[in-house]
């Protein structure tokens, strides 16, 4: 049989149809599979110490055949398994503490590969921090006296490691001779990654430690190549597809607006604005992300570009996810309007049928010109006269189709995206590629300083004490809990639980409590009270991240904050500072390793440098999902460090999409061919126009 890469991988020798089930099990079906199957660490057993050099507090690896196993209680009831290993040098004693179960792994006959310290007790002994069976009884071992350095694969029930690293080993030069290399040699050459095929062996047999680092970063760009000439495809048919509207500078709401101001923008503000007027005055369609946290003024950038449509006799809407962000919003508009003479209106479902029927009547004739909602501006119902602008708040908790329906109600008006959420350049580029971007980082003049304190469970008196005080001088308070209800298997202090204890240690002082478990009306007329200050503390989940603007709140208390992530304490922080008065946010921890980390973050108030910690310390999390319909799963790249790759796929995709929007060229033919097996959905961009 000719080996193909779309060859069932059953037909490999060595596989056969059960083998074959148990790979499909891990996401192999074909040769090509099995060639992306690659290592998900590396055991250094390049220096290989004979048994009988292996001196105690020297740090070794060791191969040998294993003579004898035993599980052996001690005093304090703590089991530890224990075998003898040979080789041609001498024995020595491998110990596992508290690792019973590796009687059921670990038999008399395997050979073994072990690397840790070699520690004395009653003789020379390891302790090993890795161990691999090479060998069954009577099997000879991979590594051999010189060495080498040990792939470990992902495996799974009738498929162990061993078995996939030999099989892999057997066919690697053969499936490497069937690969194309599609990647452009410009981009190759410009971050010095190898060729494809060289890939493949850095990854399945590197020589040295280290190697596979080069095979990683190579299939890394690929990936990213992938991801960046969607997102190009999809940036080209947004911006070109249709011609957008061509709006004019007429300066006259957008001065009577600056002249009304009560405040003076930011250079970020300044920045932005620009940036997106002449986006509205070219030719081509406005597709634009405005990122900045809470308080940097986002929703002013917005109205200029919304006062720019309405001085052109079109209409501007602005949609937000709750009824409670649009109504904040609507009483922001209304008020910086109010000098304009223009009054926004607000289309919410609560409102009575008649009440809707009148006011989308207003807004199918033209009368209203600047509209805010929430879902109800995409019902059917809804129809716009002149549709020029549309502005999305926290886009990312709307589907894709939800911004389609709201975009689909004019001619191809110009979209403006918002997000409060501070995002690695790298994430932003790769998630958002298809976007223009404007980044908000100043936050206007009095606004408060939030000071960030981290305590511990010993404190919570003075804690409870604190927020006495706040609420006696006539300010509010937040606390946060990372659970809903207590539960037998968390020892975590619960929302329910401990609102009723706030309740009784703050009394008379009103607490109200929200969670994600409550029915949408119910958690936002008890976010109303508060906003409205008929209470004092709010108890709340995470909830409240994205949420009401309460000046009047001036604490935020976090039970349990090492259980979030940085991003997400910063959001919560968020939630204070947002008057002139002075704030705190208080991180309550009992455990001691986490101080560290949370006193790291207590020193640092730029939400794009905490964002960039947070992908560091825990990847893309769920971020990496938040791209609705298309998103696709990044296997080999590292966003917290292929920056470098993010920003070289992006210039060359940006290029080559321009050159060949459909990549219907046949030296591309190759790569259509690749994207279409790896993001059927993205693949769909390529099919149109």
């Known amino acids: ?94 110990a596992w503490p508290g690792q019973a179960f590796l009687d059921r792994v670990i038999k008399q006959g395997q050979l073994l590969l072990v690397t840790g310290p070699i520690k004395y007790y009653h003789g020379r002994q390891v302790v090993p921090r890795e161990h691999v069976i090479l060998g069954e009884e009577g099997e000879e071992g991979e590594v051999g006296e010189e060495g080498m350095v040990l792939p470990v694969y992902p495996a799974t029930e009738g498929l162990s490691h061993r078995q996939i690293r030999r099989l892999i080993g057997d066919h690697l030069d053969e499936m490497v001779s069937c690969v194309e290399d599609s990647l452009p040699g410009d981009l190759r050459r410009a971050t010095g990654t190898p060729a494809l095929k060289n890939a493949f062996l850095s990854l399945h047999r590197p020589a040295v430690p280290g190697e596979w680092e080069t095979g990683r970063r190579r299939l890394a760009l690929d990936e990213l190549f992938d991801l960046q000439l969607v997102v190009a495809r999809a940036r080209h048919l947004a911006k070109g597809a249709q011609k957008g509207p061509r709006f004019e500078i007429k300066k006259e709401l957008t001065t009577a607006l600056k002249g009304a101001l009560p405040f003076e923008l930011t250079p970020g503000q300044k920045r932005a604005i620009r940036e997106i007027t002449v986006d509205m005055v070219s030719e081509a369609r406005m597709h634009r992300l405005l990122m900045g946290e809470v308080g940097t003024g986002k929703t002013v950038v917005a109205l200029f570009a919304m006062l720019l449509a309405v001085e052109n006799d079109y209409q501007a809407a602005f949609m937000a996810p709750t009824e409670l962000l649009t109504e904040q919003h609507g009483q922001t508009l209304t008020s910086l309007l109010a000098p304009l003479d223009i009054r926004p209106e607000i289309l919410l479902g609560k409102l009575s049928a008649s009440e809707k029927a009148a006011i989308r009547e207003r807004i199918a004739a033209g009368g209203s010109r600047v509209i805010v909602g929430t879902h109800a501006l995409i019902q059917e119902a809804t129809d716009f ?85 706040t609420c006696a001088a006539g300010r509010q308070a937040y606390v946060v809990y990372p659970v809903i209800a207590e539960s037998e298997r968390m020892d975590l202090k619960a929302a329910t639980t401990m609102a009723e204890e706030l309740e009784r240690q703050l009394r008379p002082r009103t607490v109200g409590l929200v969670h994600g478990r409550m029915k949408p009306d119910e958690r936002d007329a008890v976010m109303r009270q508060f906003r409205d200050g ?70 640092i108030s730029d939400g794009f440098r905490i964002a960039e910690l947070d992908l560091k310390e825990r990847g893309m999390g769920e971020l990496a999902g938040t791209r609705q319909a298309g998103g696709f799963n990044l296997r080999y790249a590292d966003l917290a460090q292929d920056e470098d790759l993010v920003v070289a796929a992006r210039r060359t995709a940006l290029g080559l999409i321009a050159r060949d929007s459909t990549l219907s060229a046949p030296e591309h033919a190759t790569l259509r061919r690749r994207i279409e097996r790896r993001y059927e959905r993205g693949m769909e961009l390529f099919r149109v126009g």
């Open 1 to 94: 049989m000719v080996l193909k890469l779309d060859s069932a991988v059953q037909f490999l020798k060595g596989v056969g149809p059960r083998r074959a089930e148990a790979f499909a099990r891990i996401g192999v079906r074909t040769v090509e599979d099995l060639l992306y199957h690659v290592p998900h660490r590396y055991l250094d057993a390049t220096t290989v110490t004979p048994i009988a050099r292996a001196d105690v507090g020297s740090d070794v690896t060791l191969v040998g055949r294993v003579l004898s196993t035993a599980v052996v209680p001690t005093r304090r009831r703590l089991r530890i398994f224990r075998a003898v290993l040979k080789d041609a040098s001498g024995v020595i004693e491998c």
């Open 534 to 603: 008929e209470l004092q503390v709010l108890v709340a989940t995470t909830v409240i991240e994205v949420g009401i603007d309460v000046p009047n709140a001036t604490v935020m208390v976090i039970e349990h904050a090492e259980r979030f992530g940085l991003a997400q304490l910063h959001q919560l922080r968020g939630r204070v500072g947002r008057g002139a008065a002075e704030s705190h946010c208080v991180l309550l921890t009992d455990e001691a390793s986490a101080r560290e980390r949370l006193k790291r973050f207590a020193r």
């Open 385 to 469: 006269r002149r549709l020029g602008l549309v502005v999305i708040d926290e886009q990312h908790r709307f589907g894709v189709e939800q911004r389609a329906a709201l975009i689909e109600k004019g001619e191809a008006p110009d979209v403006l995206l918002l997000s409060a959420t501070p995002i690695p350049r790298t994430l932003a580029l790769t998630f958002y590629g298809d976007l223009d971007m404007s980044v908000l980082r100043e936050k206007p003049a009095g606004r408060g300083a939030v000071k960030t304190g981290v305590r511990s469970g010993n404190d919570r008196r003075k804690i409870y004490r604190f927020l006495e005080q």
